[in-house]
Structures are given as structure tokens and as C-alpha cells.
């Protein structure tokens, strides 16, 4: 029966990840696997947890493959912790929750499961960062924000989702969200880069941004009307200056 890694790192030295292509260049390569591991409970993370590019994928409960809203993660990292140097294979359940500020530093999802990482915690001052890595196949949501606070990403790649970020539409608790995304390549099929809540205050800026298709194969910054109950309701698209803030620099096209 398999058996889930200890929630200390493992003792494989850090990877180093691959050096970030400037912007306008195309993305990293994809990294490739250095072993593989079952995980059958949620692995707990405080301080600084190195996969050494290990393939962790869900079983037992963990491995329903489902798009249920209720799903454990794979990894729930505490306040202040760092994920690196992991590749989150298929199954990946619920992917990786924050539970406050975190880093996720080149994590690769190969197929993300109901979200790749949600961001929980109450405090506007909340920081998290995920630098590096890539996701693909999101049936919806790659990066779910739910708690309150900014969150930046940046040397990122995404193929084949549904929305690459999106501020809660409907938590019964509801928060102003920030995002920002820097050097960021995007490869279609896809329903909208960012979804945001300007009644809530929500801001989304973007910089550096390679979209991997034309002008109309993905939109860049959607607006709804957040609730907290209910459905949320699209209220337009495009930039705004006040809530979805970009210029035509900003995006680049490939198509």
C-alpha cells in the first residue's frame, strides 16, 4: 500500500529550477519527473518543503479525480511556508491550499484537479507569491483566491483552462483581492485570464503577458458582480484603469 512522504522535506537536495526566459520569449520547458509517490492524506507543510521534482499524485481519498468543492488537498501549507521543485500529477485533488502568506516556487500541475491552489486566510495584508512552474487541463479554476490579501504571480505558464485566476464569486465571506501577473504565457483553449469583483474593491494588473493564439481566443480581464450567496454576475471585459489595469503593451499575441 503506499505511503505518504513525511511532512519534514525530503532529504533530496533542492533542484534548482530552470532560469525564467525573459519576457517575449517563449516559456520554460516542461520539467520531467525524478520519481513518483502516492499520496493518501494531506501532506502538512510549515518552513520550507522540497520536492525535488517528484511526481505527487492522490489515492485512496485523495484519488477520486473529481471536481468536488469539498476535496482535501495534496498539500495544505501553513502561514509563511514555501512548496518547491514539485510536479502534481493526475489525480491531484484539490492541488495545494494556503493557509495564510505562502510561496510556491516551480510547481508544475500536469492535469489540475477541481483547483491547482486556493488562498485562504482573512488579513488585507496577506502576500503570496508563485514564481515559476506551469498548469494544465483546469477544467475551471487554476488559482482560487478566497481569503483576503494580494496575490502575485509571475514567470507562469498555463494551456488548456478555464480561468488562469479568479477572486471568490460567491464565499459568504467576501474581501477586496489583489492580483498581479508578470511574464506570463498563455496557450489556449481558455475562458478569461482573471476574474475579478470590482464591487469588493478586487484589482487585477498584468504586465508582460504572451498569449499563444489571436486577440479573441482568451479574454484578459473579466468583471462580475461578487455575492455571497448565489451566482455572481458577469458585468463586462477589458481593461478599465481602476479594477482591470493594462495597457495593449502589456499583451503580446503570437497567433
Not at 532529504?11 to 520569449?25: E, L, Q
Not at 479554476?141 to 483576503?148: E, L, R, S, T
Request: charged share 15%.
Amino acid at each position: 500500500m503506499p505511503t505518504n512522504p513525511p511532512t519534514t522535506p525530503p532529504t533530496t537536495p533542492p533542484t534548482t529550477p530552470p532560469t525564467t526566459p525573459p519576457a517575449g520569449s517563449g516559456p520554460p520547458a516542461w520539467p520531467t519527473a525524478t520519481g513518483s509517490q502516492a499520496v493518501t492524506a494531506t501532506i502538512s507543510v510549515s518552513g520550507t518543503y522540497d520536492g525535488g521534482l517528484r511526481r505527487y499524485y492522490g489515492s485512496g481519498d485523495l484519488g477520486t479525480g473529481s471536481q468536488s468543492e469539498d476535496q482535501p488537498p495534496i498539500f495544505e501549507l501553513a502561514g509563511g511556508a514555501t512548496l518547491q521543485n514539485v510536479i502534481l500529477g493526475s489525480p491531484a485533488a484539490d492541488g495545494v491550499h494556503c493557509l495564510g502568506a505562502c510561496t510556491l516556487k516551480n510547481v508544475w500541475w500536469e492535469d489540475v484537479g477541481e483547483d491547482a491552489a486556493t488562498f485562504l486566510g482573512s488579513s488585507s495584508s496577506l502576500v503570496r507569491t508563485v514564481d515559476g512552474g506551469g498548469a494544465k487541463l483546469a477544467d475551471d479554476k487554476v488559482f482560487q483566491h478566497n481569503g483576503g490579501g494580494t496575490l502575485i504571480v509571475k514567470n507562469f505558464q498555463v494551456q488548456d483552462f478555464g480561468k488562469l485566476y479568479r477572486s471568490c464569486g460567491n464565499c459568504s465571506t467576501q474581501y477586496g483581492r489583489h492580483v498581479q501577473l508578470q511574464n506570463i504565457w498563455v496557450t489556449p483553449p481558455g475562458d478569461t485570464i482573471v476574474g475579478i469583483n470590482p464591487n469588493y474593491g478586487d484589482t487585477a494588473t498584468f504586465s508582460g503577458i504572451t498569449v499563444h493564439g489571436d486577440s479573441g481566443d482568451v479574454d484578459i480581464c473579466t468583471k462580475y458582480t461578487g455575492v455571497t450567496s448565489g451566482e455572481p454576475k458577469e458585468t463586462g471585459t477589458g481593461a478599465d484603469g481602476t479594477n482591470c489595469i493594462y495597457s495593449s503593451s502589456d499583451i503580446t499575441y503570437t497567433g
